[in-house]
Nanobody, 121 residues
Framework: QVQLVESGGGLVQAGRSLRLSCAAS????????MGWYRQAPGKQRELVAI???????NYADSVKGRFAISRDNAKNTVYLQMDNLAPEDTAVYYC???????????????WGQGTLVTVSS
């Protein structure tokens, strides 16, 4: 199994920055994807940014140029640097891990408990 521990959420004013961290532990696959999703009140969970262990990234259009994802594979930790935050970024941010191969029966997807980011105007 894999466990995820998130940190870094909080309350900030618009235009300020926050950095989220997510540390994975347990049976980590060397080839995996880790990243962040978010869910605002009354809305569906959506992709924010993900990054593969090989360094490939994918961002939501709404955060491009403002958010940056990075990871430390040695520490099995993924980070999300969020700059120029806006009220519409207010949401619960969830860390996500995906590893293994579906066809081999080793695929595993794990979600963190979520961390609340609130951006005031």
């Amino acid at each position: 199994q894999v466990q995820l521990v998130e940190s870094g959420g909080g309350l900030v004013q618009a235009g300020r920055s926050l950095r989220l961290s997510c540390a994975a532990s347990g049976s980590i696959r060397s080839i995996n994807t880790m990243g962040w999703y978010r869910q605002a009140p009354g809305k569906q969970r959506e992709l924010v940014a993900i990054m593969s262990s090989g360094g490939r990234t994918n961002y939501a259009d709404s955060v491009k140029g403002r958010f940056a994802i990075s990871r430390d594979n040695a520490k099995n930790t993924v980070y999300l640097q969020m700059d120029n935050l806006a009220p519409e970024d207010t949401a619960v941010y969830y860390c996500n891990y995906r590893g293994g191969v579906m066809a081999l029966g080793t695929y595993l997807e794990v979600w963190g408990q979520g961390t609340l980011v609130t951006v005031s105007s």
